[in-house]
């Protein structure tokens, strides 16, 4: 029967993946039917933790936070948790091995979120992405490798640039709501009150610096299992990038950017054919 319960918990995971994020689901479809389950138990963990230091604003948020992170440790120590997103991680954990410096990397810099408003510094800065999104591309890529510890060593480095282009992306296009209603500020030294051109253009350079490294030195790279899953999901933020840039810095703060459900079909469309000629 816990065979049922695990079924149901991925389910649960698979489900908050869907509601949550229709274009990284979109993505995550397009991954072999073997590592899906395991890619939407990595983001039902993460997603959750984020709700709490983003959203549940009426709630004490360390208290959930430190519940959260205690009841995993039990889930992971147990092999067993009630809360099914909590036991469909602590699964895919322990089938893949996924070191705990990495999970406790991530729960760093959500918990940082509960009280730290400014990053003044590159290290401080590097710090964050390195927990919030660099980890997590690097649970991912324990899955694609699947053991294959020297293909993950050769992949890792760029995993964890693809992780921080997908952040950074996510920061250019929250910057109203992470600056206005969380009072956040992570890109170090430029003042977002007063973003100009220049300024702009420096996170759009060091984006594109990131994504140039992840595509050459990574997904081509990949295995077949995760190559076209993984291009799509690189192919919607480069698109989203290319939106913003066309943004002025003046307006940016006011503009919500997002990509169209027909771009997206349009995207996925290109890049299949892309795929099956073999020109990834």
């Not at 489900?15 to 073997?34: C, D, E, G, I, W």
Request: hydrophobic share 40%; net charge neutral.
């Amino acid at each position: 029967m816990k065979e049922l319960f695990d079924n149901v918990s991925n389910s649960c995971s698979k489900l908050v993946t869907k509601k949550y994020s229709t274009s990284f689901s979109l993505a995550v479809n397009m991954l072999s039917p073997k590592i899906r389950t395991d890619i939407y138990n990595i983001y039902g963990f993460v997603r959750f933790a984020d709700e709490i230091v983003d959203t549940f604003h009426e709630y004490n948020k360390e208290e959930l936070m430190a519940h959260f992170e205690k009841d995993y440790y039990i889930a992971k120590a147990q092999g067993i948790s009630l809360n099914p997103i909590l036991n469909s991680f602590q699964q895919t954990v322990n089938t893949y091995n996924i070191p705990d410096e990495m999970v406790q990397a991530f729960l760093r810099s959500m918990k940082a979120d509960l009280h730290k408003t400014e990053y003044q510094t590159k290290e401080e800065y590097d710090a964050y992405i390195y927990g919030s999104a660099d980890v997590v591309g690097l649970m991912c890529l324990k899955v694609f490798v699947n053991g294959d510890d020297a293909m993950f060593n050769e992949l890792k480095d760029a995993a964890m640039r693809l992780g921080s282009a997908f952040q950074k992306v996510n920061f250019l296009r929250d910057l109203k709501d992470d600056f206005e209603l969380l009072n956040r500020s992570y890109f170090p030294t430029i003042d977002l009150g007063k973003l100009d051109p220049d300024s702009k253009q420096q996170i759009i350079d060091e984006i594109e610096e990131d994504f140039n490294y992840a595509f050459t030195n990574g997904v081509l790279k990949l295995p077949v299992e995760a190559k076209f899953g993984v291009y799509m999901a690189y192919r919607y933020y480069r698109r989203l990038l290319k939106k913003l840039n066309s943004v002025p810095s003046e307006k940016i703060m006011d503009t919500r950017i997002r990509i169209s459900d027909p771009m997206k079909i349009n995207l996925l469309a290109r890049s299949y054919v892309k795929y099956k000629l073999n020109l990834i």
